[in-house]
């Protein structure tokens, strides 16, 4: 069912090649065993189609077109097959080289960290050159009967090394997509119920080094609760533990300047610097969530629904590891729930009220099943012993924490506490931001960004919601 | 500021010719390229005789017109279109201007009607209605805009020139095909296979639209000038290559209940002539692929005029044992306008034909005198069944390869037209302007 890309981290460029490839056969006969033979027929036209000198893969925003079974023949002539792959990136035209100009030095180096892509797209070339062909025969069949027409969506992965020509590199990719059809046809005849055909779908996860890259191909429509024992072999093979969902849909790999189709900013702890202190580690949120704040969603809560966000925010983390399938709640949603288990009045849904972290901790039972601690302090001036418990709480659960006290809430994503010296930082994310989705201002002005230990109401009583990661794959 | 034409001279002789015609008016078509600043006319063709010729005082015949007009345009290779009409009579210019400008919209409305590509926006819509007066030879020439139904006629220029044609480029390629399309549940006679083929071929069609063009091994930004064409006398030839990708699909119902399939699978020669006005990238590439379109389209609709007409329905029930029926399609052969110029007409010729067939029909449809020695039939090889491909599916019964009986004379394809007159695309074509 997968392909692991085996390469060491110190890599170079990947590769990723993406394409619509037509699959269409005629179903003579509902009889399974036929029906297999003429599927696996066309999916041995498709191998060849791929093998053939008519492949083509063309770099996406550029001029760069290469035949990888022409002895990787490229245009423009100035690429041979001993060019190397990082060249690559010199005639790819992309917005960010348009407005480099327009952006700080600061932030061009903070984007180099991540993993570089070259975009390529599948075609065929639909010409020939030599002697000519024959013209065209019409076939006409007549028969009561099936047909069988899709597309399949291939999505192939290679990782180079530094210094791989793209004669290597291009013939690792010929083998990948081979390698993908066949998953795709044993995924396809797998999923064969009488006449309902069910498109394998590739995905990317990644795996912590020195794994790297791991294709999956799933079968579309069959839900993440039904696939459990697929994903408990890909956890031995992987020998991963069993308390991360690895290999859940949600968790797919996000490739680098890939928008997000729902507009909000991922991680954007991701772009700071941490704290530095006498032996201190950073202890961080793990995986990913999405930045909620005041007045997003056309929803104008400014000085009333912080708690709200964070419990948004919160909602986002469980979403995208791929625990729960639901959508982030809308505030009317979270206060539907506190009615429906009985927590608030009817009088409460429309209204703007606040809630506090054990709202919080009931909105996340009712809506996603998950169980939260409650942690209490005094008063503020407590928070800076809590180091311990707060760096148990990332190691062990991962999850964002919300925090209400005073008149404010607000959400911690990671703590940098010294055991020794009992220093203490707070990585917190600010929900009553009431600006636009700009990663540069959020981290420069503060909203997201680490804090020290005055910055809670040291005389203000705390209550924390420490949502607990639910140990499933 | 009207429409400028500019005519190869040879024109100017045939359409002297015309005039000498004892009988009634002469039709005929003009052929050629047309460009943003001028339209170049490259041949003319007078309307093939009927039985019973035209009487001096008769108007001509719009249906008899209109389907030489289909005809023609279907042996011209991209880059040629049917730019308008031309008649000679000794009616006054403006009198005939009306029975002009009918013709003008009729062959316009039938030759678009029968097109799968999409017109571009950059497309010229102006139709020339050329008015030769037989005893003093002088032209008038007017446009139509077929795009606007209430059209004026404005006033163009026409001026012979010699060598219009001489140093034209030509952009070609030899095009692979696989189509594979379902038929109807409970419908599979000759009219489905017709509709089904054509939203094939138009998904094909809309594929190659997309596809990227390399041309001589290089990809070309639109508005790059092809070089070349500056001398004259000297052809410049282009090689292009096509890559395609299908267009995704939802997969929403991936498998479908049919009553049977049709494919197309062969290769293709496509070409098109480009004028040796600074021609761009950009125009090469939309007249090659709406070219490629045209070309498999015609021969699928010629297929099935004749399986029509033949009466070639399929024989047997073939709904509970599959039968399957292959048929070879014509190929395409090319033979030039001029002895000189570098731009061909061309038609398409079943390998059990001798080659006269090809001869007799350039010259009716587009009064050409070509020897079977002038013919270039190099650039395609007839279809062959081959004996793997007979014997593919033992569960199918295979009926050998028809050769419908050919008949493609004029006369024949009138009767298929009016065979189709049921159908709406003949209906439109009918209805006045």
Known sequence: MVVADSQSSDTGTILRVRGPLEFKCHLDSTDARLMHKVISRTFETLQSQVKSESCVLTVCDSPVIIWPNRGVYAIPEEITPNTLCEDIHQWIQSDEQEAAGKRSAKKKSKKSSAASVINLRLMMEATKTGRPLSAPILSRTVHKSHFLSTTFPVDCVVRTTVNETIKDAFERLLEALTHQLCEMEKVTLQHIKGTTLLVPQPLHFLLPEPKGLVTVVYPAGVPDSQLETQRKELHQQFELPDDWPYFRRANAYHFPNEPYKDGYLRNPHLGLTHPTLDNGKVYLVQGFYSYHHYMQDHVDDNGWGCAYRSLQTICSWFQQQGFVERAVPTHREIQQALLDVGDKQASFVGSRQWIGSIEVQVVLNQLLGVTSKIMFVSQGSELASKGRELANHFLTDGTPIMIGGGVLAHTILGVAWSETSGQIRYLILDPHYTGAEDSQVITDKGWCGWKGPDFWDQIAYYNLCLPQRPKVI | ?433
């Open chain 2, 1 to 433: 500021m009207g429409r400028s034409y500019i005519v190869e001279e040879a024109v100017e002789g045939y359409l002297t010719k015309q005039c000498e015609q004892k009988a009634g008016p002469v039709t005929g078509l003009l052929i050629g390229q047309s460009s943003t600043q001028r339209e170049f006319v490259v041949t003319a063709t007078r309307t093939p005789q009927r039985e019973e010729p035209l009487a001096a005082g008769d108007s001509p015949d719009k249906q008899w017109v209109t389907e030489h007009a289909r005809q023609v345009s279907r042996m011209l290779p991209g880059g040629l279109s049917v730019l308008g009409v031309f008649i000679v009579t000794d009616i006054d210019a403006k009198d005939s201007l009306a029975t002009l400008r009918k013709l003008v919209f009729a062959v316009e409305n039938l030759i678009s009607s029968e097109r799968l590509w999409n017109p571009a926006d950059d497309d010229v819509t102006d139709c020339v209605a050329l008015h030769v007066n037989p005893k003093t030879r002088k032209t008038f020439c007017r446009t139509f805009d077929i795009k606007d139904p209430k059209s004026v006629a404005k006033p163009a220029d026409w001026k012979y020139q010699s060598g219009v044609c001489s140093s034209w480029s030509t952009v070609s390629c030899s095009l692979s095909v696989d189509m594979l399309v379902p038929l109807p549940d409970d419908r599979t006679d000759l009219e489905d296979m017709d509709k089904c083929l054509k939203e094939g071929l138009k998904v094909w069609a809309h594929q190659l639209e997309s596809a990227v063009c390399l041309i001589d091994g290089r990809k070309l930004s639109e508005d790059m000038e092809l070089v070349g064409g500056q001398k004259r006398n000297v052809r410049q030839t282009y090689t292009a290559q096509l890559l395609i990708t299908p267009d995704e699909r939802r997969a929403t119902d991936v498998v479908q209940r049919c009553g049977g399939s049709v494919s197309v699978r062969g290769a293709i020669h496509s070409r098109a002539y480009l004028h040796s006005n600074k021609p761009k990238a950009k125009l090469a590439e939309k007249l090659l692929k709406r070219d490629a379109v045209s070309t498999v389209a015609t021969r699928a609709q010629m297929l099935l005029e004749e399986l029509l007409t033949s009466d070639g329905e399929s024989k047997g029930s073939g709904r509970d044992r599959p039968q399957r029926e292959l048929f070879c399609l014509p190929h395409r052969i090319f033979c030039p306008v001029k002895a000189s110029g570098p731009v061909c007409v061309c038609d398409y010729h079943f390998s059990d034909e001798g080659l006269s067939v090809v001869t007799d029909r350039l010259k009716e449809m587009l009064d050409i005198d070509a020897a079977e020695k002038d013919l270039d039939t190099r650039q395609e090889t007839p279809a062959e069944v081959l004996e793997g491909e007979a014997a593919a599916e033992p569960t199918v019964e295979t009926i050998e390869a028809l050769e419908p009986k050919r008949n493609r004379y004029i006369g024949v394809a009138m009767a298929t037209v009016v065979a189709f007159l049921a159908t709406a695309a003949s209906m439109l074509y009918l209805n006045d302007v």
